[in-house]
Structure formats: structure tokens, C-alpha cells
């Protein structure tokens, strides 16, 4: 009988700061393949996401009581990611939110980590844990 050969650890999700403890994220980017990359990335090293294409939608789901974090992007119809998070920021000023987009905005006011896209998940997941392991 042939045993399983263990994972390498390129293939074992990394650990969170927030081990013993599951986080939610709420995700929102109205591009279907980076939403997507996203979610599957952020899912992969441990973390719930519940991802919107638009951030009408992304805030009529938040709930400061579920959700860990916000990761989105800026640039969305209707709407801005840098408006929706003065949005979120009123409903829960500790919620932490993370713009990941290819176009910040000049106004960071409400932003507690901005990184500009393309840049490698692995430096959004280093912002991700940094803020979750300063929560309460």
C-alpha cells in the first residue's frame, strides 16, 4: 500500500495570525477574474470571504458583527471603493479596510492599508494578517 507523500510547504496554506479564530472578509471588486483570483487566494490561506461585484451590494451584506475586514478595489461604477469604505467606516470605525487597486484614491482618509495593483497577493495577505492581529 502506497502512503500519501505529505504536502511540501509551498502547498500547505500558511498560518494566520488569527489561528483558532475564523475572520471574514468582505470582498468587493467588480472585475470577475480578480474578484475571483481574490477570493480563492484569501480562501486558501484560511479566511472566509464573502465577495461583491459592487459596493451597493458589498454594504447591503456588511455586518461589523461578521465581517473581520474589507479588501476592495477603487474604481466600480456607481460607486468608489474610497466612498464605501466613509460608509463602512461610519457604520463601524474598527473595521479595518484595505484598498487593493490599480487606481487609490488621493483621499486615503478612511483606508488603513493601500496597496496598488498588479502587485503579488502575498504582500495582501501581509496587510490582511498585520491589521487582523491588531484587532481587539
Known amino acids: 500500500m502506497r502512503k500519501n507523500k505529505p504536502k511540501s510547504k509551498a502547498e500547505q496554506p500558511s498560518e494566520s495570525p488569527t489561528v483558532g479564530r475564523v475572520t471574514t472578509i468582505l470582498l468587493v471588486d467588480d472585475n470577475l ?44 461604477p456607481h460607486m468608489t471603493g474610497a466612498e464605501m469604505a466613509h460608509i463602512i467606516k461610519l457604520r463601524s470605525r474598527t473595521t479595518p479596510v484595505v484598498m487593493f487597486s490599480g487606481a487609490p484614491p488621493a483621499d486615503q482618509n478612511c483606508l488603513d492599508a493601500v496597496l496598488r495593483r498588479p502587485a503579488p497577493l502575498s504582500l495582501l495577505k501581509e496587510a490582511v494578517d498585520m491589521l487582523l492581529d491588531r484587532r481587539p
Request: aromatic share 12%.
Open 33 to 76: 477574474d480578480t474578484r475571483l483570483m481574490t477570493k480563492w487566494f484569501l480562501s486558501y490561506v484560511g479566511h472566509v470571504v464573502h465577495a461583491f461585484s459592487s459596493p451597493r451590494e458589498a454594504l447591503a451584506h456588511f455586518d461589523p458583527n461578521i465581517h473581520d475586514l474589507v479588501v476592495t478595489d477603487n474604481s466600480m
